[in-house]
């Protein structure tokens, strides 16, 4: 039972690289969520999906964009990356409100 | 907005002590409310959940309880291990959509 699966889990990219993060789940839930996680600020959400077909911001999605290709992934890309987007990036699923999410291991990105 | 306070960190406790970690929010309706917990390295588990006012939650001996009449939600444990050193984090669920709202986590150490 995988759960939810990121990929990769670690990454250095130059100042204006970019790249996708991967991430599946398989416990057929609704929705997914982009958080990035950094030292004194918690769990910051980037983008969630509520659904299948649907994206939307949250409190810090400058410089990332989202694609949710069918119900079980969805991936976070930068597209000219910063130093400021050195981070950890978890994703995660819930099957809808109220709902206990479950988290992937992170994707630990260093930008130089 | 909706929003998680919790106590600054770090947390530094020995072995069998008490410990509890203060959780208060901000939310319109009657949000569900849940403590996750962060082992060094690793992604972010579920600890424990409520979903209505006085509700308790409760695993591997930790323990909080929903207080509505004062917006807390604070998590406790009466001998800690050194296994519990990790970060715990306090989300809230909004009434309206599906994404968590987390709290900026607190460090614990337990040392024996």
């Known amino acids: 039972n995988a759960g939810v699966t990121q990929t990769p889990k670690f990454q250095v990219l130059k100042t204006g690289q970019s790249m996708t993060l991967q991430c599946a789940q398989d416990?057929?839930?609704?929705?997914m969520y982009w958080y990035r996680q950094d030292p004194g600020m918690g769990l910051r959400l980037i983008y969630y999906?509520?659904?299948?077909?649907?994206?939307d911001k949250g409190e810090v999605p400058n410089g990332y964009n989202v694609s949710r290709l069918n119900k079980r992934e969805f991936s976070l890309r930068l597209e000219s990356a910063a130093p400021s987007q050195t981070s950890v990036y978890f994703c995660?699923?819930?099957?809808?409100?109220?709902?206990?999410?479950?988290f992937g291991q992170g994707t630990r990105l260093t930008v130089v | 907005g909706d929003s998680v306070t919790q106590m600054e960190g770090p947390v530094t406790l020995s072995e069998e002590a008490f410990l509890t970690i203060n959780c208060t929010y901000t939310?319109?309706?009657?949000?569900?409310l849940f403590w996750y917990v962060q082992y060094p390295g690793e992604g972010l588990q579920l600890l424990l959940k409520?979903?209505?006012?006085?509700d308790k939650g409760s695993n591997k001996g930790f323990e909080a309880t929903y207080r509505k009449e004062t917006t807390s939600f604070h998590l406790e444990k009466g001998s800690v291990q050194v296994s519990d050193s990790a970060v715990y984090f306090c989300?809230?669920?909004?009434?309206?959509?599906?994404?968590?709202?987390f709290g900026k986590g607190t460090t614990l150490s337990v040392s024996s």
């Open positions: 995660a699923s819930n099957g809808g409100p109220n709902t206990e999410a479950f």
């Open positions: 416990m057929n839930h609704n929705s």
């Open positions: 999906s509520a659904s299948e077909g649907t994206t």
């Open positions: 939310a319109t309706g009657y949000p569900s």
């Open positions: 409520a979903t209505k006012a006085d």
């Open positions: 989300a809230l669920s909004r009434v309206r959509g599906t994404a968590l709202i």
